[in-house]
C-alpha cells in the first residue's frame, strides 16, 4: 500500500471537549449519563451525586439493578441502564477508594463504554477534588483514543460535559485536558506508519508544534550533523536513503532570568529501527515504528508547557534516524566518534538508541548550561524482564530528581521504579580499541544498567535521569488509559513534574 493510500485508511480521530455546565445532566443534551457509585460494605454500593435525577432518567429501580447483577463500586465497574427520552443510556461507574487512580479508572471505563455516542455528561464533578476531578477526565480523553479504520470503528465520544460545574474547577479541569491532549498527540506521532514517518517527516510535526506552541524551534540537517561532529546520529542513520535530523526546540516561560531553572529533555527519535546489519527477526520489526516514543514523548511536552504556565526553561531534544541495513549502513566493530569526542566502538547496530541519545546529551551539556537533563527511550528490552509493561525504569544520579519523578509519575498514573546504577558494571563496557564500547564486552547481565551506564558517562557532572520505557511505551492491549499500541509514557510524569497544579 502506498504511504497516500495508507495515509487516507487511517484518520487520527480529535480528543473529546471538555466542557463545563453549571446546569444538571438532564440539560446539556448529552444522550449518555455517568454517574458515580461508592462502595459501602454495610448496605451495598451508595449511588452518588446525580442519583436524584435517576427517576427521570432511566425505567427501572437503579439501586435493585446494582443489587442484581451484583455490582460493588469497585473502579472501573459499570452498569448500564436503558434511559428515556432524549437520555439513551445512563451509565453506573465505580469509583473505589475515591482515589485519583480509582477516578482515572472509572473514566477511562466510560469513555469506552460511551464510544460512538456525540456527548456524555457527567456529575463526577460534586464527587471528586481537584488531583481525582482531574484524573477522571485524564481517563476519559486517554482511554477515548483510537485511529479510525474506514468503515471498522467506532469513534470516541466527541464531548464530555461535566454538570454542575463550577469556575473554581476549571483549572484542575483544563490542565487535565491539555495534559491528556499532548499525551493523545504525541500517540498520533507513535502510530503513524514509517512509509510515512521518516526523520524529516518528524521535524515537519515539530515545526508545526513550536508555530502552535509558542516555541522556538531549530533542525539540523544531515550535512550539519556530521560537519559539527554528532557521530552517533549520523552513523545510525547513514543505512537509511531518509537521512536524520536532529530536532530541536525550546520554550521559555515568560519573564525568565538568568536564575529560571533550565531543564533539557532528550528522547529517542528511531523512527524504524530493524536492527541496522545486525538485523533484528521479523516479529520483532513489526513494532518498530513505535521506536521513536521518547521523542514523540519530548514533542507532546513541549506542545504543552506554554498553556499549562510551566515555570521554567526547557529544551526539547530529539535525535531521529532511521536505522536500516545496506551498503552504506554502520557495521558491527566500527569505531565512532560521539559528539562530545569520546570514541565508542558499536558491537551491535541494533543498539542504536543508545548512540543518538549520548549526542544529544553531549550536546546538551556543551551547549545549554542545564540543571538537569531528563532523557526518554524505548531502549533495552532487559528493562521489560525486569520490570513488565507497567513500571518505567528510572535511573538518576540525583535523589531529589529521582524523587520528584516518581512522585510525579505517581500523581500521573504513571509508575516509576528506579534502579541502580551498579558501578562494577561499568567494566563490562571496556573496550581495547575504543574509549568505551555502547555493549557489553563481558557477560554481566543487566542489560538495562550497563545500558544506563553508558549514558550517564556523557551527562558528566549535571543531574542527570534516565526513563527507560520499552516495556511501558507499549501495550499489548486496552486496558484503563492505555490502548494497543504506542502509550506516550512518559508525557503526563514530566508534565506532572514541569508544570505542578
Known amino acids: 500500500m502506498s504511504a497516500d493510500k495508507t495515509a487516507s485508511a487511517m484518520i487520527a480521530v480529535a480528543p473529546p471537549a471538555v466542557e463545563h455546565d453549571p446546569g444538571g445532566p438532564l440539560d446539556v443534551g448529552a444522550s449518555v449519563i455517568a454517574i458515580p457509585v461508592w462502595p459501602d460494605s454495610a448496605e451495598g454500593p451508595r ?25 460493588t463500586g469497585k473502579a ?13 443510556r445512563v451509565m453506573l461507574v465505580g469509583v473505589g477508594d ?47 483514543y483510537g485511529w479510525r479504520v474506514r468503515g471498522r470503528a467506532k469513534s470516541p465520544v466527541e464531548a464530555l460535559v461535566l454538570t454542575r460545574s463550577t469556575p473554581e474547577r ?33 521535524a515537519d510535526q515539530a515545526r508545526t508544534t513550536a508555530e502552535r506552541g509558542g516555541l522556538d524551534v531549530r533542525i539540523w540537517d ?86 499549562l504556565g510551566c515555570p521554567m526553561r526547557v529544551t526539547g531534544l530529539i535525535p531521529a534516524a532511521e536505522n536500516l541495513p ?9 569505531v565512532i566518534r560521539q559528539y562530545d569526542g569520546t570514541t565508542v566502538e558499536v558491537l551491535n547496530t541494533d543498539a542504536e538508541g543508545r548512540l543518538v541519545l549520548a549526542d544529544a546529551i553531549g550536546y546538551a551539556v556543551a551547549t545549554k548550561d542545564p540543571d538537569m537533563i531528563v532523557d526518554v527511550a524505548t531502549l533495552t528490552g532487559a528493562a521489560t524482564v525486569a520490570l513488565g509493561r507497567r513500571h518505567a525504569a528510572l535511573y538518576a544520579t540525583a ?45 554481566m547481565g543487566g542489560g538495562s544498567i550497563t545500558a544506563a551506564l553508558f549514558l550517564e558517562r556523557f551527562a558528566r557532572d549535571v543531574p542527570w535521569a534516565h526513563l527507560d520505557i520499552a516495556g511501558t511505551g507499549r501495550s499489548d492491549g486496552d486496558s484503563e488509559e492505555l490502548v494497543k499500541g504506542g502509550t506516550a509514557f512518559g508525557v503526563r510524569t514530566l508534565l506532572y513534574w514541569l508544570s505542578p497544579a
Do not use: C
Not at 464533578?125 to 481537584?130: I, K, M, R
Not at 534502579?419 to 575504543?434: C, G, H, I, N, Q
Open 399 to 443: 535523589d531529589s530528581l529521582a524523587d520528584a519523578l516518581v512522585t510525579a509519575g505517581a500523581a500521573a498514573g504513571e509508575k516509576l521504579w528506579r534502579m541502580p546504577l551498579v558501578s562494577d558494571y561499568r567494566e563490562a563496557l571496556e573496550s581495547d580499541v575504543a574509549d568505551v564500547a555502547h555493549i557489553e564486552t563481558r557477560r
Open 222 to 307: 544531515e550535512q550539519e550533523l556530521a560537519a559539527a561532529g554528532f557521530g552517533g546520529i549520523v552513523a545510525v542513520g547513514m543505512g537509511s536513503e531518509r537521512p536524520p535530523r536532529l530536532i530541536e526546540l525550546t520554550y521559555s516561560p515568560p519573564h525568565a532570568g538568568p536564575n529560571t531553572p533550565h531543564v533539557v529533555l532528550v528522547g529517542k527519535g528511531i523512527t524504524y529501527d530493524s536492527g541496522g546489519l545486525s538485523l533484528k527477526p521479523r516479529d520483532s520489526m513489526v513494532a518498530m515504528k513505535t521506536d521513536m516514543s521518547g521523542g514523540a514523548v519530548v514533542i507532546g511536552v513541549l506542545s504543552a508547557l506554554r498553556a
Open 170 to 202: 476549571a483549572v484542575a479541569v483544563d490542565a487535565a485536558a491539555t495534559v491528556a491532549g499532548a499525551a493523545w498527540f504525541a500517540r498520533d506521532l507513535v502510530h503513524t506508519p514509517s512509509n510515512i514517518k521518516d526523520p524529516a517527516w518528524l
Open 76 to 88: 472501573g465497574e459499570l452498569l448500564r441502564l436503558p434511559g428515556t427520552g432524549d437520555i439513551s
Open 98 to 144: 475515591g482515589s485519583p487512580a480509582d477516578f482515572r479508572k472509572a473514566g477511562a471505563a466510560v469513555a469506552r463504554a460511551a464510544r460512538g455516542m456525540s456527548r456524555l455528561a457527567s456529575t463526577v464533578t460534586a464527587e471528586a477534588g481537584d488531583a481525582e476531578l482531574r484524573a477522571f477526565v485524564e481517563g476519559v480523553v486517554l482511554a477515548s
Open 326 to 334: 545496506s551498503g552504506s549502513a554502520q557495521r558491527p566493530s566500527d
Open 47 to 71: 449511588i452518588g451525586a446525580g442519583s436524584a435525577i435517576l427517576a427521570e432518567a432511566v425505567a427501572i429501580d437503579p439501586a435493585e439493578a446494582l443489587r442484581r447483577e451484583d455490582k
